[in-house]
């Protein structure tokens, strides 16, 4: 009776009565070394690389971007409304709800909203506004959280100082006077 199990990492094979240790062919060692590659070099194939020059001067790599609605902690949807500005709201049917989510990266995201052509964004005063090109003020960290909420922060400032967030009323909060305790800063990705 001849039967095969497989361990799901691949690197023990037993058939029958014969224990088998798995090696990688001979050509596959001498074409690639693997000691001074990183993963991503070993993966390059396998992800469609965009890359787009910001107003800032640098050039950020696009790795995803996938439509998400954003759920505050307080039962509001994060939307741009059509004049621009940037708040909080109950209606799930409104288009403007849509975010894409464009993720640079491990943790960088912009949130961009397709029904006004516009991305959320933190000036240099604190005051979330909307704006139609991709800048620093636009990228934000995503740190996830062990309750399976996360938190956007501003990435030109140091972790956790300068967050997103909405006040009970729905209306946005000044990101200088936030800070990583408050209930207000949590967000879920739906």
Same mark, same amino acid.
């Given at each position: 009776?001849?039967? $095969? $199990? ?6 023990? =094979? ?19 070394? !693997? ?13 469609? %690389? ?20 954003? !759920?505050?902690?307080?039962? +509001? !949807?994060?939307? =741009?409304?059509?004049?621009? %500005? ?12 849509? !975010? ?11 949130? +961009? ?8 964004? =933190?000036? %240099?005063?604190?005051?979330? =506004?909307?704006?139609? #090109? ?14 399976? +909420? ?6 030109? +400032? ?10 009970? #009323? ?19 990705? $739906?």
């Amino acid at each position: 009776m001849k039967f $095969i $199990i497989a361990i799901v990492l691949g690197t023990l =094979i037993f058939q029958g009565s014969t224990l088998q240790l798995w090696r990688p062919r001979d050509e596959d060692v001498k074409t690639r070394n !693997f000691e001074s590659s990183t993963l991503e070099d070993n993966f390059e194939h396998t992800r469609e %690389k965009r890359f787009i020059r910001s107003t800032s001067g640098g050039t950020e790599q696009l790795t995803n971007v996938r439509t998400v609605r954003i !759920f505050h902690k307080y039962k +509001y !949807f994060l939307q =741009i409304s059509n004049d621009g %500005k940037v708040k909080g709201t109950r209606d799930t049917v409104n288009g403007n709800v849509l !975010f894409q989510m464009e993720t640079y990266g491990t943790s960088l995201v912009r949130l +961009y909203n397709k029904a006004t052509k516009r991305y959320v964004a =933190i000036n %240099k005063r604190g005051t979330v =506004i909307s704006e139609t #090109n991709r800048t620093r003020n636009s990228l934000f960290h995503e740190y996830s959280l062990k309750s399976g +909420y996360v938190r956007f922060s501003l990435a030109k +400032y140091p972790r956790d100082t300068w967050l997103l967030t909405l006040k009970r #009323n729905g209306k946005v909060k000044n990101a200088k006077r936030t800070n990583p305790g408050m209930k207000s800063t949590t967000f879920l990705i $739906i």
